[in-house]
């Protein structure tokens, strides 16, 4: 026996985003709200004033406060990288000076290196100078015994 299955089905309901329901559920609680507070509309608009400046007042302090954190952060971090750029500077200079010792030690050690050179053959040149002065002497003197 064979059994037969049918396909499933699924179904998909779309519905609105909730927001008809919202509005209509503030509305409906603002009417509810005017008709049962216990106080006259004048009186809860003072409240409501009352409230606001004591909030702005707050938030105006915050606002002091926190500006003031900010800017001291900002002196302490300023005076930080002032003084890491004071460090980098001397120890860029101490390097630069080091830089230059070396590179006027380097330039006497040719100077001194070239004149010993020099020294040399100088006097490489006076004996060959003084042995072809030899030979050639030597040879005037064979020729001369012929």
Known sequence: MSEHREPSVVVVERSDSGLG???????????????????????????????????????????????????????????????ELENVREVFDEKREGAKEAVDAGKAAVRSARSELERRLSK????????????????????DEE
């Not at 490489?124 to 020729?143: E, L």
């Open 21 to 83: 329901g919202f509005l209509f559920g503030l509305a409906f609680g603002a009417g509810l709200a005017l008709l049962l507070a216990p106080n006259t509309g004048e009186e809860t608009r003072r409240q409501l004033k009352n409230t606001g400046r004591r909030f702005r007042a707050a938030a105006a302090e915050k606002a002091e406060d926190l500006q003031e954190a900010l800017s001291a952060g900002f002196e302490r971090t300023r005076d930080r990288v002032d003084e």
């Open 124 to 143: 490489s040149k006076s004996k060959s100078a003084k042995t072809a002065a030899r030979r050639s002497g030597n040879r005037k003197k064979a020729d």
